[in-house]
């Protein structure tokens, strides 16, 4: 699930389909489409999931092969690249990263011949969070597939959108080079461990039903090393590239159909731990805060695999804070159970809310977070809130 679940099923797509198709001579090579477009378009196609059969579906018996499942699934209607992750500077400055690319399916006529066909779409998030600055920096951007300006390869992740990639090299390495608005991220992210399938051996249930799953395997441990430009504490200066290591998280995800009608958002967590264990949990919450589906899996540093049902897994607040721009009130500082386990979250820093409503229309909290228990520094982790500033509105019209 992520960030591309935020979209608002407004208008069928094959509505959203004709008005990109329309929009076809006002396709430049450096901007794919105008804001207006962006706007309009976007959240009106996203998720009326179930409301065409066109799109591939996500069944218990098909297990997830890799390396040749870490690129793009076009017969999917959805699917997502998401790295975050801990930074540190020369002077030992804490620093969290988000880079996210989604390509979701249209349900445009795949025989239409057109260069323009607006079949595939492609969008990306980039966020930095800098305690010295106090608030979260962002940027996002969205393309028609084409051109060579924007797409998702098959068999390999090799991910594109304008001048923002992610590319998998033949070793598994990641190169992630982003220059967003204010920052930018030149990183190489690489494994130190096997990928992790969740769910069982990669489909991974969001929901009561069968059908509400995901493809869906994670790369924990990823060593990171590069640079990134900071924006400065005045408005429109940056701070030069600064040389960065780390530790990151990457996620893939592919799906047709997803959350309960019910599901009103989620929390997610992925924490690298310092002993080299990795631990994934998630929640889809109903209005009432209760879970409609919970999961965790913990696999510790020899690889041993610990899974935990709905009923074994607990995300409790224990601390709000309140965007001052949206009046939004987050649990930025969580307790969460898996079984017999607790791990508290403490936020690198409270404010790290993305307002994504000029092109997305999402308002959601994601950020970089420590992880303890009984004052025991246990590792580092990102951890996604959303749902909070309005209920999503998942397979409804």
């Known amino acids: ?5 935020r979209f608002l099923a407004r208008e069928p797509v094959a509505s959203v389909a004709a008005c990109l198709a329309a929009s076809a001579t006002r396709f430049r090579r450096r901007r794919l489409f105008t804001s207006g477009l962006l706007v309009g378009g976007m959240l ?6 179930g409301a065409s059969t066109e799109f591939a579906a996500v069944t218990k018996d098909h297990p997830i092969a890799l390396p040749m499942d870490t690129g ?7 699917e997502w690249w998401y790295a975050t992750g801990w930074l540190t500077t020369p002077d030992n400055r804490p620093l969290g990263f988000q880079i996210t690319f989604f390509r979701t399916a249209t349900g445009h006529d795949a025989a239409d011949p057109s260069a323009f066909a607006p079949s595939q779409l492609i969008i990306a998030h980039a ?3 800098d305690p010295a600055l106090g608030h979260l920096v962002h940027d996002q951007r969205i393309g028609r597939e084409g051109f060579g300006l924007a797409y ?7 991910v594109k959108l304008d001048a923002w990639k992610i590319v998998r090299a033949a070793d598994g390495r990641y190169d992630v080079s982003v220059d967003a608005s204010g920052f930018a991220l030149h990183l190489t992210l690489m494994p130190t461990q096997a990928p992790l399938l969740q769910g069982e051996h990669g489909y991974s249930r969001k929901g009561p039903r069968p059908d509400e799953a995901s493809y869906y395997y994670s790369e924990p441990q990823l060593r990171v090393s590069g640079s990134v430009m900071r924006p400065a504490a005045q408005e429109g200066r940056s701070q030069g590239d600064t040389a960065v290591t780390g530790v990151a998280w990457l996620d893939h995800e592919w799906s047709s159909t997803l959350l309960d009608a019910n599901a009103v958002g989620w929390d997610w967590l992925g924490a690298n731990l310092a002993d080299g264990s990795a631990l994934m949990a998630f929640k889809v919450r109903r209005r009432d805060g209760h879970a409609i589906w919970a999961h965790a899996a913990l696999r510790d540093r020899d690889g041993r695999i610990t899974t935990f049902a709905p009923g074994e897994v607990e995300f409790t607040p224990r601390r709000l804070w309140r965007s001052p721009r949206t009046n939004t009130s987050y649990p930025v ?8 386990l607790a791990w508290q979250l403490e936020p690198l820093m409270d404010d790290q809310e993305l307002d994504s409503r000029q092109s997305t229309g999402a308002v959601y909290w994601e950020g970089a977070v420590r992880v303890s228990r ?12 959303t ?3 309005n209920a999503l509105r998942i397979g409804k019209e």
Not at 1 to 5: A, E, F, H, Q, W
Not at 333 to 340: C, D, R, S
Not at 374 to 385: H, K, P, S
């Open 1 to 5: 699930m992520r960030d591309l679940l």
């Open 44 to 49: 009106g196609m996203s998720l009326a999931f």
């Open 72 to 78: 793009s699934h076009a017969n999917f209607r959805t």
């Open 127 to 129: 966020a930095l969070s």
């Open 152 to 158: 998702a390869k098959r068999a390999n992740t090799d």
């Open 333 to 340: 500082a969580m307790t969460v159970k898996t079984g017999t």
């Open 374 to 385: 009984d004052g025991v520094d246990l590792g580092r982790a990102y951890l996604e809130l």
């Open 387 to 389: 749902g909070y500033a």
